[in-house]
């Protein structure tokens, strides 16, 4: 059976290497131990972060905050010390993010922006419209007749196709048109 101060010693001395900034591949070696037998004995001595365990951090390190707070708000005001001042602000700051009052400024920004401008579909189809209208009224009629209509029902309606005896569509060149090469 092994001693368990021994063990305690062990973990703690894990610890304060770890703390010191050696890592736990260094410790294991120095040890002659496997990493997970590191990591076990830094999970046996390091504490418990549960929500509990985090409400108390949270609610120290507020306590310290206001305490510096109060410590450099009386010297920003009293000696006019722009330093002090500055370390206010971030006190602030810091208390604000810690209380969840910061909200991602940038974020919105973008969001607006990304709302602002219209799709290339939109586009696409504004550049459309904007050919169609200018079109004469009777034509632009028939187009949006035979948008109704879909392109089934169009065929049916207006009869079988006559087209040349090539298998080609009759050119007839409305005024605006392009002459054929």
């Not at 108390?56 to 905050?65: I, T």
């Not at 370390?87 to 969840?100: F, N, P, Q, T």
């Not at 799709?119 to 169609?132: N, P, T």
């Amino acid at each position: 059976m092994t001693d368990p101060t021994s063990d305690d010693v062990r973990d703690d001395f894990i610890l304060q290497e770890r703390l010191s900034g050696k890592s736990v591949r260094a410790i294991s070696k120095q040890l002659r131990c496997t990493i997970g037998e590191v990591n076990d004995a830094l999970d046996r001595t390091l504490p418990k972060i549960d929500n509990d365990a985090r409400r108390r951090h949270v609610s120290l390190d507020l306590n310290r905050l206001d305490g510096l707070l109060e410590t450099f708000y009386k010297r920003a005001i009293e000696n006019v010390d722009a330093q002090a001042g500055l370390l206010c602000v971030k006190i602030m700051e810091r208390k604000a993010a810690m209380l969840g009052l910061v909200s991602p400024q940038q974020l919105d920004i973008v969001q607006v922006q990304a709302q602002e401008q219209p799709s290339s579909h939109e586009r696409i189809k504004a550049a459309i419209m904007q050919m169609v209208e200018r079109e004469q009224p009777v034509r632009r009629a028939a187009i949006r007749r035979l948008d109704q209509l879909g392109p089934e029902k169009a065929l049916e309606l207006l009869g079988p196709f006559e087209g040349n005896s090539d298998g080609t569509e009759p050119w007839d060149p409305l005024p605006d048109d392009p002459k054929p090469n």
